[in-house]
């Protein structure tokens, strides 16, 4: 599998399964079925609440720790020095791991919840900071980001975020915020990569998984890879789970990547890290 670096130095998988809604039993096979078929970034967050199926999923595998990056992510709600390291704690206990590989502030402090929110976000990465340096995180990132978020960090920090992660996929690509974090060093991940589903009945991206002899999916999911952009897609249907990673045996020519870039808007999920 292709991986890209981090600008901490870790390597990173091209490709993620994402586990949100993948809770029980389910949830349990969907990981274990997805490190059987390859991927190696598993991304959980606390608000999913099924970090203890993703380590039993994980620890079902047979799969070492080492070759596997795991992802969690600290809650909006849960903001702040005080709370970071009781929160990751919490994460590791319920994975049952002794660190994780990379550790997000899921969503930023905005004027809506926070009077002083951008002293709440440079607090809250502080703690962050501390957390990476005692080695209970190899890497520390940010989650539905924007630049207006990112630059009080980037100005009190000591340890740029090694990650972005985002909506993103076709018709709803967040150019601003990619490039901004291309200039900064900072790795884009691509939460919703399928669009909500809606990619999978477009009828320009129909005719290229035709094409291609891929599916709609496929397309979507090579589409961010071939900008080094990470997908995270989710599934808990076997089926899915194996066609999602089956991605790194095709390339979109550079017409059909420009098409992609400029879909009108489909799929957005309306969330926005301003509203709420």
Same mark, same amino acid.
């Given at each position: ?12 998988? @091209? =490709?993620? +399964?994402?586990?949100?809604?993948? $809770?029980?039993?389910?949830?349990? &096979? /969907?990981?274990?079925? !997805? ?75 905005? @004027? =809506?919840? +926070?009077?002083?929110?951008?002293? $709440?976000?440079?607090?809250?990465? &502080? /703690?962050?900071?501390? !957390? ?91 589409? /961010? ?52």
């Amino acid at each position: 599998m292709k991986r890209l670096t981090l600008n901490d130095g870790h390597h990173h998988p @091209a =490709i993620g +399964f994402g586990t949100y809604q993948g $809770i029980g039993e389910e949830g349990i &096979k /969907a990981v274990t079925k !997805a490190i059987e078929i390859g991927y190696r970034l598993i991304d959980t967050a606390a608000v999913y609440r099924n970090e203890e199926e993703v380590g039993e999923g994980i620890r079902r595998s047979g799969i070492s720790r080492e070759e596997i990056i795991i992802t969690s992510k600290l809650a909006r709600t849960k903001l702040g020095a005080t709370h970071v390291k009781k929160e990751l704690e919490k994460s590791l206990n319920r994975l049952q791991v002794e660190y994780l590989d990379l550790y997000l502030i899921h969503w930023p402090a905005n @004027a =809506i919840n +926070f009077e002083n929110w951008a002293e $709440i976000n440079i607090d809250t990465w &502080k /703690a962050m900071e501390e !957390a990476q340096q005692e080695g209970k995180i190899r890497s520390i990132g940010v989650s539905n980001f924007w630049q207006e978020h990112l630059d009080p960090i980037l100005e009190n920090c000591e340890i740029i975020p090694s990650v972005n992660q985002i909506e993103f996929h076709p018709g709803y690509r967040q150019a601003e915020v990619v490039q901004y974090c291309s200039d900064k060093g900072i790795l884009i991940e691509g939460w919703s990569p399928l669009a909500k589903g809606q990619a999978l009945k477009n009828g320009t991206i129909r005719r290229m998984a035709k094409k291609y002899g891929k599916t709609e999916a496929q397309v979507c999911l090579r589409w /961010a890879i071939e900008q080094n952009i990470v997908p995270i897609p989710k599934s808990v249907n076997p089926e899915r789970i194996t066609e999602n990673f089956q991605v790194f045996d095709f390339q979109l020519s550079g017409e059909d990547v420009h098409a992609l870039n400029q879909m009108p808007q489909m799929g957005f999920s309306g969330e926005l890290p301003n509203d709420w």
